[in-house]
């Protein structure tokens, strides 16, 4: 690390433990406002008129990884019902809960009752009832009578998008003011949703995938602009593609290029990454003091884009090879959670919601799926599937 390197870290960290110091004083710092002030870039969240950092936080397991967020000037920290059985929601409430939430945006995602994740369609069993009745348990663990955004949880059909019973529980949130705004978040299938969103007229945001290593991007792009148009806000995830290119993580990914990559897109208002250290937050926060891409970056993103690496694009071209008719882009991204973000938590949750159990593919002889990206599917089923035999209270 050279000395200019060096000098801008312990700026940083000088600046984020000073912050630490005092939770109560994290987002008021008048010395933090002004040191990080001219870095911050501001985006505008669509029709609702926020403006947000272009850097958000995603996967925050740690409290003091929350506080250091807030002490550089992070207004928006993602989280759901189902991250973590409620206890991140709740572990979220209590970082927050010195804060002055009218100065932060709060969020939260709540699945659609009977949701099939191998089909991406909601069955009879899913009531207004049964998803506002989950929303008000996130806002009991979130201590808060509202939030500015709810969201409609890991949806991946028009089906799901416009179902009668989601968009009358979404009305009735909003009728009561339980929340402001209104939004999707994807993992597949990214521009039907987003067109879905589109028609159903009620949506403000999507936060959907978004990164260099999408093959349908153009056609993404193409949503992202249609929706931009009729006012949508954008918000990215999965901007790290898998954050590393092999299980042994001996081949990262560019962070701050991925991510960098993602933010060139003006219609991404902000983004999440996940962030479990001081050095991520950094590498992140960094993408401030300097946007545009060097060549370096580029080449980097160009080798990791020709690279199967560990993110599955979801196109659902293996669907069907599958002896056990197992959910297979489902499981590769429980693999990707796994092995490239170490998030074995929220790994084993999509597990387990489609029914997955230990060694599924005990009884083959010979995996039958073939993927356009050259996963080795069945082993890598094997790997991640043995999740399902580790006790919760062993997962982080």
């Known amino acids: 690390m050279n000395d200019a390197k060096k000098n801008n870290r312990r700026h940083f960290l000088k600046m984020t433990a000073a912050g630490l110091a005092g939770a109560t004083l994290l987002p008021h710092s008048a010395e933090a406002r002004s040191k990080a002030k001219d870095k911050i870039i501001y985006r505008t969240l669509g029709r609702t008129g926020i403006k947000l950092p272009i850097v958000s936080m995603g996967a925050m397991k740690d409290p003091t990884m929350i506080k250091a967020g807030l002490a550089i000037g992070v207004k928006h920290f993602d989280t759901a019902y189902v991250y973590l059985e409620g206890k991140h929601e709740a572990m979220l409430s209590e970082a927050l809960k010195e804060q002055d939430l009218s100065q932060l945006f709060t969020v939260t995602k709540v699945y659609p009752d009977d949701l099939d994740q191998k089909t991406g369609m909601i069955g009879e069993g899913c009531t207004a009832e049964g998803f506002l009745k989950m929303f008000d348990t996130s806002l009991e663990r979130l201590k808060v009578k509202s939030v500015d955004l709810l969201y409609v949880h890991a949806i991946s059909t028009r089906q799901a998008v416009q179902h009668p019973e989601i968009i009358k529980a979404l009305k009735l949130a909003k009728e009561q003011g339980k929340c402001k705004y209104l939004g999707v978040s994807t993992h597949k299938n990214e521009p039907e949703v987003i067109r879905a969103a589109i028609e159903a007229e009620i949506y403000d945001v999507v936060l ?42 001996t081949k990262p990914v560019n962070t701050k290029a991925a991510l960098k990559w993602a933010l060139q897109n003006e219609h991404i208002c902000t983004s999440i990454p996940s962030v479990a250290t001081i050095d991520q937050l950094e590498e992140s926060w960094g993408v401030m003091k300097k946007l545009k891409m060097s060549k370096e970056e580029e080449r980097d993103l160009e080798f990791a884009r020709d690279y199967a690496g560990l993110y599955c694009n979801a196109c659902s071209q293996c669907e069907g090879q599958c002896q056990k008719n197992l959910p297979i882009p489902e499981i590769m991204r429980s693999y990707m959670y796994t092995y490239g973000y170490r998030e074995m938590g929220k790994a084993k949750e999509l597990l387990a919601k489609m029914g997955v159990v230990n060694d599924p593919c005990s009884n083959c002889d010979a995996c039958t799926v073939s993927c356009v990206k050259n996963f080795a599917v069945g082993e890598k089923v094997q790997k991640v599937s043995r999740l399902m035999n580790v006790p919760d209270e062993f997962i982080v």
């Open 208 to 249: 959907t995938a978004y990164n260099f290593k999408q093959d349908h991007i153009e056609d993404l792009n193409k949503a992202i602009d249609e929706g931009a148009a009729k006012g949508i806000g954008f918000v990215a995830m999965k901007t790290m593609a898998g954050g590393f290119l092999d299980e042994e993580k």
